[in-house]
């Protein structure tokens, strides 16, 4: 088992572009989750998926943000018309049931810079 | 809103010294995890409690979670330099989980 993988690492963007993340997560996940870190903060819960069903948005997640998962396999990050308060650490987390809970596995991030 | 507090926000301390950092809620969750960061990298699980009053070990590590299963504590054992990260708490329900901000720690040699 390889873990939780994301691409890019890194990205660099212009305000007004738009940028794709990318996450691959356990294979036998059922569960995704993305989140967004500022520095000197936790993960802010963005949006997950069971399957390929997206179960639940944050409401602090505006209409230029939207993700999928279309076979609920991986799942993709996309963010419209980037803005400077957009730069963050996108991370991606996948999980399965064991017992009454769920444990996540965190993918190393994707660290977003709006210049 | 379920928030999570953690305290202290940022703890120094030298080498072989023991230390507990603490995470604070006034919801009930039905797990609680804690993870620990490495600057630029994503969280890694250390361990999940579930059971009111649960206490778990790892090595030098002891969790505790609260009886009424809305706190948690992390006891670390004559701390290393390798403990060095920011130390973060979750609480989850429904599978959906809130993060504290974490506690940064220092161990220096």
Known sequence: DTGVSQNPRHKITKRGQNVTFRCDPISEHNRLYW????????????????????????????????????????????????????????????????????????????????? | TQLLEQSPQFLSIQEGENLTVYCNSSSVFSSLQWYRQEPGEGPVLLVTVVTGGEVKKLKRLTFQFGDARKDSSLHITAAQPGDTGLYLCAGTNAGKSTFGDGTTLTVKP
């Open chain 1, 35 to 115: 989140y967004r870190q500022t520095l000197g903060q936790g993960p802010e819960f963005l949006t997950y998926f069971q399957n390929e069903a997206q179960l639940e948005k944050s409401r602090l997640l505006s209409d230029r943000f939207s993700a999928e998962r279309p076979k609920g396999s991986f799942s993709t990050l996309e963010i419209q018309r980037t803005e400077q308060g957009d730069s963050a650490m996108y991370l991606c987390a996948s999980s399965f049931r064991q017992g009454t809970s769920y444990e996540q596995y965190f993918g190393p991030g994707t660290r977003l810079t709006v210049t």
